[in-house]
Nanobody
Framework: QVQLVESGGGLVQAGESLRLSCAAS????????MGWYRQTPGKQRELVAT???????NYADSVKGRFAISRDNPKKAVYLQMNSLKPEDTAVYYC??????????????WGQGTQVTVSS
């Protein structure tokens, strides 16, 4: 079974931090680019961050300087450290996997999502 299980979401005040975790199983973790999406109802999903197996990262402009993605290949885990959170960061955050950055963008394997709510 292919699984991506997110955890770490919650309700925080603006300016605070959260660390999201993603546990992967059922596929070759090191053969995949990993990333985090976020989704607000009625809006197009946003690819927040990606990381290759070797550790090369990419970030959406909206989170640069505030969020950091990392991965632990032996543990088959991905993390998203979110600092200086803003109300506009409120969304369901999804862990995602793809064999390439293109596949991650267009046809990702999704997790179940974890809710992040930032109050003002």
């Amino acid at each position: 079974q292919v699984q991506l299980v997110e955890s770490g979401g919650g309700l925080v005040q603006a300016g605070e931090s959260l660390r999201l975790s993603c546990a992967a199983s059922g596929f070759i973790f090191t053969a995949n680019v990993m990333g985090w999406y976020r989704q607000t109802p009625g809006k197009q999903r946003e690819l927040v961050a990606t990381i290759t197996s070797a550790g090369s990262t990419n970030y959406a402009d909206s989170v640069k300087g505030r969020f950091a993605i990392s991965r632990d290949n032996p543990k088959k885990a991905v993390y998203l450290q979110m600092n200086s959170l803003k109300p506009e960061d409120t969304a369901v955050y999804y862990c995602a996997a793809g064999r390439t950055r293109s596949l991650l963008s267009d046809h990702p394997l999704w997790g179940q999502g974890t809710q992040v709510t930032v109050s003002s």
